[in-house]
């Protein structure tokens, strides 16, 4: 099945999230990826953050995004690709130290946290990943 769906969640009151630009991002970058299925997006605290980090990577303190690939069926049939976690205050930060909108930094992370989900690892794959990165957030003009 070629459907492409992102599920975006957030508990967080503030600061406030453009939810829907942020799904249509990420569906074109699927889109330009060649990729279909489910992917799903949770925004999180610093404190959640901390913690999957910990449990999951062994690290201290929060990550500005982590990955969960899947390739299982998803419910509604296709693949389920996976989940991407995003702290919402290291993207503030990271925004702010930067000079740019906090959508942009979304936008980036999301791109990150999709190529994750589609294996591309930056620690191990000799630049591979970076240069998908960059030229990709040069086609969306993303610092």
Known sequence: MDRREVRLHSRLRKPPLPKEALVSFALDAMSRLGVTGEVGVRFCSDRFMAEANRRYRGKKGPTDVLSFPSG????????????????????????????????????????????????????????????????????WGIA
């Open 72 to 139: 299982e069926p998803a419910e509604e049939g296709g693949i389920y690709l996976g989940d991407i976690l995003i702290a919402v205050p290291v993207a503030v930060r990271a925004a702010r130290a930067a000079g740019q909108p906090l959508e942009t930094e979304l936008r980036r992370l999301l791109l990150h946290g999709l190529l994750h989900l589609l294996g591309y690892d930056h620690e191990t794959d000799g630049g591979v990943m970076e240069r998908k990165e960059r030229r990709l957030r040069r086609e």
